[in-house]
Nanobody, 121 residues
Framework: QVSLAESGGGLVQAGGSLRLSCAAS????????MGWYRQAPGKPRELVAS?????????????NYADSVKGRFFISRNNAWNTVYLQMNSLKPEDTAVYYC?????????WGQGTQVTVSS
């Protein structure tokens, strides 16, 4: 089992930057992929970015981004794979949402509690 805890959300003006962190604990070695999702009011939860952590050397570390954040958001992790970051630059009001950390495991997924990001115009 893996527990996830997000931090780093807050209020920022349009054009500003924030960095979110996700601390993972538990069976970290079982994680296949870690990612960030977001959910705005009245909208479904959507994938923002993900980074692969697998036994396949060629695939490990590969990243995936939603089209709406490409070139502005960047996902990374520390060497121990127990912390994943989401650097968010050039923020827009439409980026306002609750951001959730996600870990894909062999038998399911884990979610953090979420952190609010609000971008004012």
């Amino acid at each position: 089992q893996v527990s996830l805890a997000e931090s780093g959300g807050g209020l920022v003006q349009a054009g500003g930057s924030l960095r979110l962190s996700c601390a993972a604990s538990g069976s970290i070695s079982s994680i296949n992929t870690m990612g960030w999702y977001r959910q705005a009011p009245g909208k479904p939860r959507e994938l923002v970015a993900s980074i692969a952590r697998s036994g396949n050397v060629a695939r490990s570390g590969s990243t995936n981004y939603a089209d709406s954040v490409k070139g502005r958001f960047f996902i990374s992790r520390n060497n121990a794979w127990n912390t994943v970051y989401l650097q968010m630059n050039s923020l827009k009001p439409e980026d306002t949402a609750v951001y959730y950390c996600n870990a894909v495991l062999p038998l399911g997924t884990s979610w953090g509690q979420g952190t609010q990001v609000t971008v004012s115009s």
